[in-house]
């Protein structure tokens, strides 16, 4: 069966769609069946996976709406074993036209329980906030990685998302687990990101990957090519912080019994 995990945080900038892209192609490249869903009406993990985003017309919009079936809304990227639910910026609307839906908050679990079993790890992308959109994902989640940037306001807000977890896990997914927090842009040369970096261990501890994503330049321009770091520059510190990454996840996840 596969795993669902949702990518969460509700602060902009942080790496979470880098993160997102580059663990699902670490994960296909070690042979894993990789969807990514896509649920950040900015859509930009679609067009980092070289999707044409203005072209997109089956997508996580439909998805929430009920109005496809989850397996039509799939679409092959050039990422080996990867797929991919695109986005599109018309998916801002959904908040408004979810709001008085029977349900709202389970329309993602519900249409993804029918392709779940297709894939050993299905990847949501979230937008930054916790809005209705990143709600669903979390009841539909089967656990979430949190990315924290080591820079100087690296907790802000870490606690509200903690505490709208939790309040998903009492109300509506008992079962959600942290996969884990993930540092990103982590520079080795700053005493500040040496600091949070112990900071949050030490808040934290074993919740805390032991993989850190370093500050990279080829990460930043890999986007703009539609490509993952993995097939843009293998070489690259990027690239092997998200394969350090996937082999992390697979190991704890092959202990658990959860997949793999």
Excluded: W
Excluded at 74 to 101: F, G, Q, R, Y
Excluded at 182 to 196: A, E, F, G, H, P
């Amino acid at each position: 069966m596969g795993k669902i995990i949702a990518i969460a945080n509700q602060k902009g900038g942080v790496g979470k769609t880098t993160s997102t892209i580059n663990l699902a192609a670490a994960l296909g490249v070690l042979e894993q069946k990789v969807l990514l869903i896509d649920a950040d009406p900015q859509a930009n993990a679609s067009s980092g996976l070289g999707i044409i985003v203005e072209e997109v017309e089956i997508g996580t919009y439909q998805l929430l709406e009920h109005a496809v079936d989850a397996k039509d809304a799939v679409v092959a990227t050039n990422a080996p074993n990867v797929s991919i639910i695109p986005a599109h910026i018309d998916l801002v609307a959904i908040e408004i036209e979810l709001v008085d839906k029977d349900k709202r908050e389970y329309k993602l679990k519900e249409t993804l329980a029918t392709i779940k079993d297709d894939y050993d790890y299905i990847l949501i992308d979230c937008a930054p906030s916790l809005g209705l959109i990143t709600l669903n994902a979390l009841v539909a989640a089967d656990s979430v990685i949190i990315p924290i940037q080591c820079e100087y306001f690296a907790l802000e807000g870490l606690g509200k998302l903690l505490n709208t977890i939790k309040s998903v896990q009492k109300i509506h997914n008992p079962e959600l687990d942290i996969e884990g927090l993930l540092l990103t842009m982590y520079d080795s040369r700053l005493r500040l990101s040496n600091q949070v970096v112990e900071e949050v261990k030490k808040h934290f501890q074993n919740m805390v990957f032991d993989t850190i994503i370093q500050r990279n330049v080829r990460l930043s321009e890999a986007p703009s090519y539609g490509e993952s770091i993995i097939s843009y520059d293998a070489t690259s510190k990027g690239a092997v912080n998200y394969i350090n990454l996937a082999h992390e996840i697979l190991k704890n996840n092959s202990t658990d019994g959860k997949s793999v």
